[in-house]
């Protein structure tokens, strides 16, 4: 800092000595509020591409990288290079929970970061995976999103205070009740690169919003109040659960489901029946979460140049990296990346 402006940290204010002038003690107060941080990020393999993507985005984020080995009886061996360059350091995790086998390496690996004496902690989990069991209908149910939210709360607090957490379209957002005081955590959503893309289609002054249910109405329809929307729901009759259209009218339009995940895909695929059936002149879905276990997803690709597409377009996000790799070069599927919104999210 040059000589002549000093900081006075009882005021909390900038002062200058003659002929410094208040507008450059201003531009020096708005240098500083914008100079953006420097963040080392550090990924499980999974998620390398996407790690990779997120640090294009700015110059202000650097990978870094963790030897991840076994020992013979399967237990983790990690080794995270040059810790002891990371003191005083903004530092973040991009993490892949896509299995419960997964799941405890990674968590040695936060635990750890915290506490190496950086200056902040960023846990980035684009998918929750148990958001879906987050509640209990029966005496014996067992939450499992209370769970991992109690075992990511325990994460160490950094010098600079608690860990912060960034994750894509929780399932139910009263889901941020389940995490303790000792971490922040911060719901990002993938609507915005949904809005994007549509309004780059040719027939984006014919779209419709569409929702398989209450909860995806309830969960996403603020953030896209200005498309018309149409809502299905489940009806039971006998044993079977059939897919109704509640309102509105997709007659003409193309018209986009927009949930937050897909496992099975079966509710979808009903629900692209139904509007079908009611006249839409073509049907795409997005999704925040391409969960697809057990190759799902094969249910939704366009065979041959011949078939049926009953899809046109399928955006997922890069949430979840593996299905990612199994789609590339899929139709109807499309990914909408994340990279840019996390970048962001690692200067908030």
Same mark, same amino acid.
């Given at each position: 800092?040059?000589?002549?402006?000093?900081?006075?940290?009882?005021?909390?204010?900038?002062?200058?000595?003659?002929?410094?002038?208040?507008?450059?003690?201003?531009?020096?107060?708005?240098?500083?509020?914008?100079?953006?941080?420097?963040?080392?990020?550090?990924?499980?393999?999974?998620? &390398?591409?996407?790690?990779?993507?997120?640090?294009?985005?700015?110059?202000?984020?650097?990978?870094?990288?963790?030897?991840?080995?076994?020992?013979?009886?399967?237990?983790?061996?990690?080794?995270?290079?040059?810790?002891?360059?990371?003191?005083?350091?903004?530092?973040?995790?991009?993490?892949?929970?896509?299995?419960?086998?997964?799941?405890?390496?990674?968590?040695?690996?936060?635990?750890?970061?915290?506490?190496?004496?950086?200056?902040?902690?960023?846990?980035?989990?684009?998918?929750?995976?148990?958001?879906?069991?987050?509640?209990?209908?029966?005496?014996?149910?067992?939450?499992?999103?209370?769970?991992?939210?109690?075992?990511?709360?325990?994460?160490?607090?950094?010098?600079?205070?608690?860990?912060?957490?960034?994750?894509?379209?929780?399932?139910?957002?009263?889901?941020?009740?389940?995490?303790?005081?000792?971490?922040?955590?911060?719901?990002?959503?993938?609507?915005?690169?949904?809005?994007?893309?549509?309004?780059?289609?040719?027939?984006?002054?014919?779209?419709?919003?569409?929702?398989?249910?209450?909860?995806?109405?309830?969960?996403?329809?603020?953030?896209?109040?200005?498309?018309?929307?149409?809502?299905?729901?489940?009806?039971?009759?006998?044993?079977?659960?059939?897919?109704?259209?509640?309102?509105?009218?997709?007659?003409?339009?193309?018209?986009?489901?927009?949930?937050?995940?897909?496992?099975?895909?079966?509710?979808?695929? &009903?629900?692209?029946?139904?509007?079908?059936?009611?006249?839409?002149?073509?049907?795409?879905?997005?999704?925040?979460?391409?969960?697809?276990?057990?190759?799902?997803?094969?249910?939704?690709?366009?065979?041959?140049?011949?078939?049926?597409?009953?899809?046109?377009?399928?955006?997922?996000?890069?949430?979840?990296?593996?299905?990612?790799?199994?789609?590339?070069?899929?139709?109807?599927?499309?990914?909408?990346?994340?990279?840019?919104?996390?970048?962001?999210?690692?200067?908030?």
């Amino acid at each position: 800092m040059p000589s002549h402006v000093w900081h006075q940290q009882q005021q909390g204010m900038f002062h200058t000595a003659p002929g410094f002038g208040s507008l450059g003690a201003k531009w020096l107060c708005l240098s500083l509020r914008r100079r953006k941080k420097q963040v080392h990020l550090f990924y499980y393999p999974e998620c &390398e591409d996407l790690a990779r993507n997120v640090a294009a985005q700015s110059n202000n984020i650097t990978l870094q990288t963790i030897k991840w080995r076994n020992f013979d009886d399967g237990f983790p061996n990690i080794y995270i290079n040059d810790a002891q360059d990371l003191r005083g350091q903004h530092v973040a995790f991009l993490a892949s929970f896509s299995s419960t086998g997964v799941i405890f390496e990674q968590l040695s690996v936060i635990y750890l970061l915290p506490r190496l004496f950086v200056a902040s902690f960023t846990l980035v989990l684009p998918f929750f995976p148990t958001g879906s069991f987050e509640r209990m209908e029966d005496e014996g149910d067992v939450a499992t999103a209370f769970t991992l939210a109690r075992m990511l709360t325990n994460i160490p607090i950094s010098r600079g205070g608690p860990a912060s957490l960034v994750i894509y379209d929780i399932h139910a957002l009263q889901e941020r009740f389940y995490f303790g005081d000792h971490v922040l955590p911060l719901f990002e959503t993938g609507i915005p690169l949904l809005k994007q893309r549509l309004h780059e289609l040719p027939d984006a002054d014919n779209i419709v919003v569409a929702f398989p249910d209450d909860g995806a109405w309830k969960r996403f329809h603020k953030l896209l109040d200005h498309f018309p929307m149409v809502v299905c729901t489940k009806v039971r009759e006998g044993d079977k659960r059939i897919v109704r259209l509640k309102e509105g009218n997709p007659a003409g339009c193309h018209v986009v489901i927009v949930d937050d995940l897909v496992q099975s895909g079966g509710t979808l695929i &009903e629900c692209q029946k139904v509007l079908a059936a009611h006249g839409a002149a073509k049907v795409s879905a997005y999704v925040t979460h391409g969960v697809f276990p057990k190759r799902s997803w094969e249910r939704f690709t366009h065979k041959d140049e011949g078939s049926e597409k009953a899809f046109a377009y399928f955006w997922i996000t890069d949430s979840c990296p593996l299905t990612v790799k199994a789609i590339a070069n899929r139709a109807p599927f499309q990914v909408l990346s994340l990279a840019g919104s996390i970048a962001d999210a690692l200067q908030t």
